[in-house]
């Protein structure tokens, strides 16, 4: 069944962009013109974690499968056999799994046959063998058999041809003082030849004339190809890569002359996590190839978790939307102008509501929690796959209040034979898979290196004894290409609001929230002790608002409205000690609408004061629950934002067009999902 892909359709449609590129629309329908003839691009799609690179690939695998030669690798997932010799590296076991994935038969053509591979890495196989350990020797050609079977299944699968191999190479042992691996590797593939491939595949034994020092002679490049693999450094690089291209050579055969057999659509690999050192090894000898001219038919897509890998310099950049009809990709002088990168661009608001309305087609739940959705995780899928989800499998009776909070409390059944899992760890893991994310959560609650390096200081001494902890997760989120701007630590709102749920609920100290309460306290003192708007906010993390309502209220006659705006709006983005589960409206809302008793004021107010006291309470439990990424919007309390910003403008001397401004635009920013801009009505938010 095809998955709902929302938003990918560019790369999937019968006219899209793999169409265009293999030839073959998908499920084998129909021929497609090719875009760009006989030099494809290596096509990247680029993104961080959970924008779908990999159910992309899988999509694609699962539409093309059995139409046309496929293989789908997960280059940071190469497992190495128990017990390998130095003939195996992830390189040459990378080989070996695309070549049994591409050779199954498909639908109008034969199985692909692999002997230029399977002779190059037999001769690599036989490093370091010995007449004392032919026990290796048989775990090592044994492995090989898949690979050979591709050639010849009758003969490759059986185990005969081993025992020949091994005593052919007893009898070279005997022969030379030494054992040499041009000696071995020579041994090795002449009773491969014999005894697995047929008479005339024997010939691709020549294709390995082209090798260095090799002189137009296979059976020498063969062995020079041995000889380098085994010392080890640029000659093995250099091996390998001629390894890879014995893999395009081979794919190309079927296609070429009379021996095409009708196939129509161009063979597909798929190298999820090319971002890895696996990823360029196996796709940079093709593309050198092909800016030498060589033309190998392959189809190359990939994913990249880095946009701005160092291999991806010379490539030409496009976003998802840009490929749907046309996707040039000018080739020009350097290897990397053979790369077409590929933007995965998030979900619009529309494709979040349609996620919704998958797992939800009664429409249960609030109109409004799709789009508070896709303001916490910015269109990331796996974040609006995941929450949908959750949403569609919420018990009936949470329905109706759901938020985006709400949601990361749940749990949510992601296969029906395993249990049900709870959402916000899930997620958390998916996006950031570290051994311990504890350290994380702790520096989430910080506003830059400074301020994080502080809390490490204070929090986090155990967690490292060879260096700042702080920088260390600096370092893991840019490795990860999380993006970084001003006002926090950890700048992605779906990834900081994941830890801060983490901090705030996986301490099992509930309710006193041991963990978030230290955090906050923490970075309270550390801005202190004058009433600043980060110690402020730190108050509004800890439940305290009477300190900040009181400083907001002393500075408000000052000239500088906008200053004042902005130490509101940076106050009231304090993450909300949420209880879980609680039921009912959000506590804040009463406050800000003027439900909520006034409790306890200050001394001294006189009633003009009290009033203006009153007014900022108000005002400010408005910013803090509109401007909540774990909120629903609420239109009554976006009302009553305006009114007090009006209200407060007649009250002020000078700076009443500022708080008029916002009145007015304030609310617009909300419902339009945007940050309250400041000054009032700026188009970018600033």
Not at 13 to 22: E, F
Not at 488 to 513: K, Q, T
């Amino acid at each position: 069944m095809d998955r709902e892909l929302y938003g990918r359709e560019a790369v999937l449609h019968d006219s899209g962009l793999v169409a265009r590129l293999s030839g073959l629309t998908r499920h084998g329908a129909a021929r497609v013109p090719f875009e760009h003839g006989d030099d494809p691009p290596v096509t990247v799609f680029t993104g961080g974690r959970g924008t779908g690179k990999t159910a992309l690939l899988k999509e694609v695998r699962n539409r093309y499968k059995g139409y046309t030669p496929l293989a789908l690798l997960d280059c940071a997932h190469i497992e190495p056999p128990a017990d390998h010799g130095p003939g195996w590296t992830p390189v040459t076991g990378a080989l070996a799994e695309l070549a049994i994935q591409l050779s199954p038969k498909v639908l109008g053509a034969r199985p692909v046959r692999f002997p230029r591979l399977s002779l190059g890495l037999v001769a690599v196989a036989s490093l370091s063998w010995s007449r004392e350990d032919d026990e290796r020797a048989r775990r090592d050609l044994l492995r090989l058999g898949p690979l050979l079977s591709t050639v010849d299944a009758t003969r490759g699968a059986a185990a005969n041809w081993v025992g020949k191999v091994l005593a052919k190479l007893a009898a070279r042992f005997a022969e030379a003082a030494v054992p040499l691996a041009g000696l071995l590797a020579e041994a090795t593939v002449e009773t491969v030849l014999e005894e697995v491939f047929s008479r005339l595949q024997r010939s691709s034994e020549n294709w390995y004339g082209t090798y260095r020092n090799a002189g137009g002679n296979g059976k020498a490049g063969l062995q020079q190809l041995a000889i380098d693999f085994e010392q080890g450094g640029r000659r093995r690089r250099e091996a390998e890569d001629f390894l890879v291209v014995a893999l395009t050579e081979d794919l190309l055969y079927p296609y070429t002359g009379l021996r095409r057999g009708g196939r129509i659509g161009r063979p597909l690999v798929l190298l999820d996590n090319a971002h890895e050192p696996l990823g360029r090894q196996l796709v940079e000898p093709i593309l050198r190839a092909r800016a030498e001219g060589r033309r190998d038919r392959v189809v190359i897509l990939a994913a990249s978790r880095i946009r701005d890998h160092e291999g991806l310099r010379q490539a030409t950049r496009t976003r998802l939307p840009e490929t749907a009809h046309r996707a040039p990709c000018p080739r020009g002088t350097s290897v990397g102008s053979g790369i077409l990168a590929v933007e995965l661009t998030p979900l619009s608001p529309a494709q979040t509501r349609s996620a919704f309305d998958h797992h939800d087609p009664a429409g249960r739940t609030p109109t409004e929690l799709a789009r508070a959705v896709h303001r916490l995780t910015g269109g990331r899928p796996l974040g609006v796959a995941l929450l949908g989800r959750a949403a569609g499998e919420a018990p009936e009776h949470l329905r109706a209040g759901l938020t985006p909070g709400r949601l990361l409390d749940l749990t949510v059944e992601l296969r029906e034979d395993t249990p049900p899992v709870p959402v916000a760890p899930t997620l958390l893991a998916e996006l950031l898979p570290v051994r311990r994310p504890g350290p994380y959560a702790v520096l989430a609650a910080a506003h830059d290196e400074e301020s994080a390096r502080m809390l490490a200081h204070a929090r986090l001494q155990g967690e490292s004894l060879d260096g700042d902890v702080a920088l260390r997760v600096r370092d893991q989120l840019r490795s990860e290409d999380w993006q970084e701007g001003p006002g926090h630590f950890v700048a992605d709102p779906l990834l900081r609001a994941l830890l801060l749920h983490r901090l705030r609920f996986e301490d099992g100290d509930h309710p006193h929230y041991a963990a978030w309460q230290a955090v906050h306290a923490t970075l309270h003192r550390h801005y202190g002790p004058e009433p600043g708007p980060y110690r402020l906010h730190h108050d509004l993390a800890l439940g305290r608002t009477e300190d900040a309502v009181t400083h907001l209220r002393e500075t408000f006659p000052e000239q500088d409205v906008l200053g004042w705006l902005g130490r509101l709006r940076f106050i009231g983005s304090a993450p909300y000690p949420r209880e879980r589960n609680r039921p009912g409206p959000d506590p804040r809302r009463a406050v800000a609408l003027g439900q909520a008793p006034s409790g306890d004021l200050p001394s001294g107010l006189d009633a003009d004061t009290t009033e203006l006291h009153l007014s900022v309470r108000r005002l400010l439990h408005a910013v803090w629950l509109l401007t909540d990424p774990l909120a629903l919007p609420d239109d009554e309390v976006a009302d009553r934002l305006a009114h007090e910003l009006r209200r407060l403008s007649g009250r002020h001397l000078t700076g009443s067009g500022s708080l008029w401004d916002a009145a007015t635009h304030w609310p617009r920013d909300i419902r339009a999902w945007r940050e309250l801009s400041l000054p009032p009505g700026r188009e970018d938010g600033v």
